[in-house]
């Protein structure tokens, strides 16, 4: 796959089961075939949460280390921060005058994110404005292809518009960027919910392996299963149809479907036998993990700024001669 692909990650601090699964493991693949552009997306950390930048600095370093265990290679992917290219806040600012408001509005994540995370302030013009920073982030490195999730990709349609209106505009610049629809397996938490750090029920990649155990051991199940001698549904059961389906052989798939149907196994032993699959994935990242220091993030972040500023410098002046600035 040839071409310029671009996302981005909120900084979150370490990185969950969830992460890997939903991007990085895509990301690791990606780099080989495209020119990559992977960013800290630290700006938009503010748009829902403007009040608490604090921890936004330890958690691009936590959240880099963890890129790199992966496998992503700052010698093949370009991994930089956000707030290092200033070139982003510039060209929000130019596609801010020919964007209009209702694109934004009518954004489903502007609703929705205003429904339920009331216990922040989101009447921000910042908190409106985010699906245009994300469209300036992508246009700046021309990018033919963006790997998001299903959710995302109003996102993604939103760029094409104003790519199409500022190619109207001012003359013939920007690619309209495809979607590249991530096939990611569900992945929930251990409570059975979206995994996520917010709801404390996720499974990090440097958990210790006592700790993977035992969060995955204490996994909601099908509640059906209250004692040992009830039979249950693995189709109904959180553990089975997010982690059990990943990472377990058709052999012990069908071990388990039986087992979990005739009450013949017990759900531990059950998710043990996943659970040795998650550690195997997770051992060898672990062990790079490890020989990390936060000198070897910053220097993976300062080597990517680098060759990012040289390219939205260079979209940069195209952008200010179309519009018809020195
Ligand atoms: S036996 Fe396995 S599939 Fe059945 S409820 Fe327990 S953990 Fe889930």
């Known amino acids: 796959m040839a071409g310029v692909i671009v996302s981005g990650a909120r900084p979150t601090g370490r990185q969950h089961l969830g992460n890997y699964h939903g991007a990085l493991k895509n990301w690791v693949r990606l780099q080989s075939e495209a020119t990559c552009f992977f960013f800290v997306a ?63 509005e009518r954004t489903p994540s502007y609703k929705e994110q205003r429904e339920q995370l009331t216990d922040r302030d989101l009447s921000t013009y910042g908190f409106l404005g985010y699906p245009l920073l994300q469209a300036a982030d992508i246009l ?127 759900c531990l032993e059950c998710k043990l036998i996943m659970v040795k699959h998650v550690q195997a994935e997770l051992e060898p990242i672990r062990a790079r993990r490890a020989k990390l220091k936060a000198t070897d993030a910053r220097a993976a972040l300062a080597a990517g700024n680098e060759r990012a500023r040289e390219v939205a410098a260079r979209t940069m002046a195209e952008v200010r001669a179309a519009v018809g600035f020195p």
């Open 42 to 104: 630290d700006w938009h950390a503010l748009t829902t949460d403007y009040a608490s930048p604090g921890e936004i600095e330890e958690s691009t370093i936590e959240m880099v280390l963890d890129w790199l265990a992966v496998g992503l290679d700052p010698g093949q992917a370009t991994i930089f921060q956000q707030s290092a290219v200033k070139e982003h806040a510039e060209l929000y600012l130019l596609l801010g005058m020919l964007t209009p408001v209702p694109w934004l």
């Open 140 to 266: 700046m490195y021309k990018a033919a292809k963006v790997p998001v999730g299903i959710d995302q990709a109003p996102h993604i349609e939103l760029t094409r518009e104003i790519a199409r209106r500022f190619n109207q505009t001012y003359g013939p610049l920007f690619p309209e960027p495809e979607t590249l629809l991530t096939e990611s397996p569900k992945i929930v938490g251990t409570d059975g919910r979206k995994m996520s750090k917010s709801y404390r029920n996720a499974v990090y990649l440097t958990d210790p392996p006592a700790e993977v155990e035992s969060k995955l051991g204490r996994m909601v199940t099908d509640p059906r299963r209250a004692r040992r001698t009830d039979p249950g549904e693995p189709n109904d059961c959180p553990a089975y149809t997010s982690f059990h389906r990943i990472y377990c052989t058709p052999e012990e798939l069908r071990y388990q479907e039986e087992g979990c149907r005739t009450a013949g196994i017990g």
